[in-house]
């Protein structure tokens, strides 16, 4: 599966066409597998379009066409098929989000390429290095809502896809050759127990805002109604929150806490469109806050001294690990299994064994090491 030509685009939009198509791909065991969302466009992001590649045939299906899924999560599931993705995380969290999939057998071809220290990790310089393809990125910020959907965005849909299944084929050689094969495994397997989440908070969580933890508690309490404010402006509009005003926008409004209109016209970035839109709910937004209580930043206590002493051992151990395998650190030992170790502090080989009872691969060739260092 080398030229474009060679294999067919297949739109699906209806059930009968869908119904075709899983019938194909459940005769398949090696699958390319992408989505396209609205996340710039939308107040709620959702999944616009999945693609599917086999060696024949490139598939496009329109998810807000069809309004019933569920004949695709026996293949998502099947351990029989492996599902190959490139960056598989955000693409497993829409489809779980969005139609309850759950998955088994995956190949992350970005993980691979991490696992193997390899330097370009982007698709498209994968597929430029490995097959002399040049990737249109044009339509990558696209409105993948909007229908129909021109034939130049399909190519470029179907390209994310295309090439998966060959890509994977080499990358899994050269796991292989490097002795690296059951540890993307483990990573692998990791991949499919990621959580849909919650939906995200389009910005109303005012901590995660840079700067938010130099504001006075006063000046907090502002920031918080003025999040608040623009959460409700971009949900009447199904617009991001970026959209409607962004971040910096409001950090300087909460600094500054205007009280009249004149004033708004010092804050940076706010236009007069924008004052003559949102002048008044701003102001307003700004009185909550200040005749409101104030607000604090959640206070996480500091870990005891010897917890945080064999984090810093663990991480030390990590890069050192990470630089003679010529790999990033989380490669070596993920970060959310290091702090388990580290609060758990596991005194023999079959304390550690069960914190990583996941990561065979790591255990047998670090498990040692690991439990000396903590010793």
């Known amino acids: 599966m080398v030229e474009t030509e ?7 939009a209806q059930p009968d066409e869908l119904e075709r198509m899983v019938k194909a791909l459940s005769a398949e065991t090696l699958l390319g597998v992408d989505t396209e969302s609205n996340s710039l466009f939308a107040y709620q992001e959702q999944v616009c379009l999945i693609q599917f590649s086999t060696a024949q045939t490139d598939y496009l299906v329109d998810p807000l066409a069809l309004h019933d899924l569920s004949s695709l999560g ?15 995380e955000y693409d497993l969290v829409c489809l779980k989000r969005d139609f309850g999939f759950t998955f088994a057998n995956l190949f992350d071809t970005m993980l691979a390429a991490r696992i193997l220290g390899r330097a370009g990790l982007g698709l498209g310089s994968m597929l430029q290095e490995e097959f002399g393809i040049a990737v249109d990125k044009r339509y990558q910020r696209a409105d993948w809502s909007k229908r129909p959907i021109s034939a130049v965005m399909m190519n470029y849909a179907r390209m ?4 998966l299944i060959p890509l994977r084929n080499i990358l899994r050689q050269q796991l292989i050759a490097a002795g690296r094969w059951e540890l993307a495994q483990e990573d692998f397997e990791r991949l499919t127990q990621v959580q849909a989440g919650a939906l995200h908070d389009n910005g109303v969580n005012c901590w995660r805002i840079a700067g938010a933890q130099d504001l006075s508690p006063r000046q907090a309490a502002v920031l918080m109604q003025l999040c608040q404010y623009r959460d409700e402006q971009a949900r009447a509009l199904n617009q991001p929150a970026f959209r409607v005003l962004s971040n910096q926008v409001l950090l300087e409004i909460a600094q500054r806490m205007p009280r009249k209109r004149s ?3 010092q804050i940076a970035g706010l236009s007069q469109k924008l004052i003559q839109r949102y002048g008044a709910g701003l102001l307003a937004a700004v009185e909550r806050g200040i005749l409101g209580p104030p607000a604090y930043r959640p206070y996480a206590p500091r870990p005891d001294d010897q917890l945080l002493w064999r984090l810093d051992v663990l991480r030390n151990w990590r890069k050192s ?7 990033e650190s989380d490669i070596v030992l993920p970060r959310d299994v290091m702090e388990a170790i580290a609060e758990r502090n596991p005194r023999s080989l079959e304390e550690l064994a069960a914190i990583m009872a996941g990561l065979p691969w790591r255990f047998e060739h670090f498990g040692r090491q690991i439990l000396e260092l903590l010793s």
């Open 160 to 163: 994310d896809t295309h090439y």
């Open 6 to 12: 060679q294999n067919e685009l297949v739109w699906v």
């Open 321 to 327: 690990t990470a630089r003679v395998m010529g790999v």
């Open 74 to 88: 026996p293949i998502f599931a099947n351990p029989r098929i492996e599902k190959i993705f490139h960056a598989a």
């Open 263 to 265: 004033e708004l016209n």
